[in-house]
């Protein structure tokens, strides 16, 4: 993952379209106001399954990070493992940037 793209996290982060924690992200996916989940590569297995199985479940989309793609550092929060994206427009832009 390129700093460009963790750049664009941190800039959701500032628009307050992202939901931060495991529980608020989970509650988010259940009540349909997160879009997008997006997953650190150093997340337990525990918080892994929990998170994935919800977004199942609800249809909502994740995508788990590459190795050394620290989304903690991005966003500003060193000990986030997972962000929820909570705008559908910075959902498509964000995937724009990942095709690339």
Do not use: W
């Not at 509650?27 to 977004?55: A, F, H, M, P, Q």
């Not at 793609?69 to 991005?74: I, P, R, S, V």
Request: proline fraction near 1%.
């Amino acid at each position: 993952m390129n700093q460009e793209i963790l750049n664009f996290i941190g800039l959701i982060n500032r628009a307050g379209a992202l939901t931060t924690g495991t529980d608020l992200v989970l509650k988010g996916v259940r009540n349909g106001k997160v879009k997008l989940v997006l997953i650190d590569d150093l997340i337990s297995e525990s918080s892994l399954k929990k998170i994935t199985d919800k977004c199942k479940f609800y249809h909502i989309e994740y995508i788990k990070l590459a190795p050394g793609a620290n989304l903690g550092l991005a966003i500003g929060s060193h000990n986030r493992k997972v962000v929820g994206i909570t705008q559908q427009n910075f959902v498509k832009a964000l995937k724009t940037k990942l095709d690339k």
